[in-house]
């Protein structure tokens, strides 16, 4: 019964990990599949990075994520933040520039 308590931890671990994988590859697919999507000259109107910038980021994030390195390493953090950083930031201020709103 004593060992019941780790082998319990292990698996709740595992079960975290696993929703914390899915939550960094969905938002990074989203942002990826948002930014290959755009046009180019949008990215330069807003100020922001180019858009290969913006691809390769997300890109090679997503990758090492998927490779193993997983979300809780550097570049799963790195790739959840500038994921998160694209669909907060930049995907308003495109959506707004082909809204025809603009800047307030």
Same mark, same amino acid.
């Given at each position: 019964?004593?060992?019941?308590?780790?082998?319990?931890?292990?698996?709740?671990?595992?079960?975290?990990?696993?929703?914390?994988?899915?939550?960094?590859?969905?938002?990074?697919?989203?942002?990826?599949?948002?930014?290959?999507?755009?046009?180019?000259?949008?990215?330069?109107?807003?100020?922001?990075?180019?858009?290969? +910038?913006?691809?390769?980021? =997300?890109? *090679?994030?997503?990758? @090492?994520?998927? #490779?193993?390195? !997983?979300?809780? $390493?550097?570049?799963?953090?790195?790739?959840?933040?500038? +994921?998160?950083?694209?669909? =907060?930031? *930049?995907?308003?201020? @495109?959506?707004? #520039?082909?809204? !025809?709103?603009? $800047?307030?």
């Amino acid at each position: 019964m004593a060992y019941a308590a780790p082998i319990f931890a292990f698996e709740v671990r595992s079960v975290i990990q696993l929703i914390l994988l899915v939550f960094a590859l969905v938002i990074q697919g989203v942002a990826l599949v948002h930014a290959v999507t755009q046009r180019g000259d949008g990215f330069a109107a807003i100020g922001t990075l180019p858009k290969g +910038g913006w691809v390769a980021i =997300l890109a *090679v994030c997503m990758l @090492l994520t998927l #490779l193993g390195f !997983g979300p809780i $390493s550097l570049f799963g953090l790195v790739g959840i933040a500038a +994921g998160l950083i694209y669909l =907060l930031d *930049v995907r308003p201020g @495109l959506r707004d #520039l082909h809204d !025809g709103r603009g $800047s307030w």
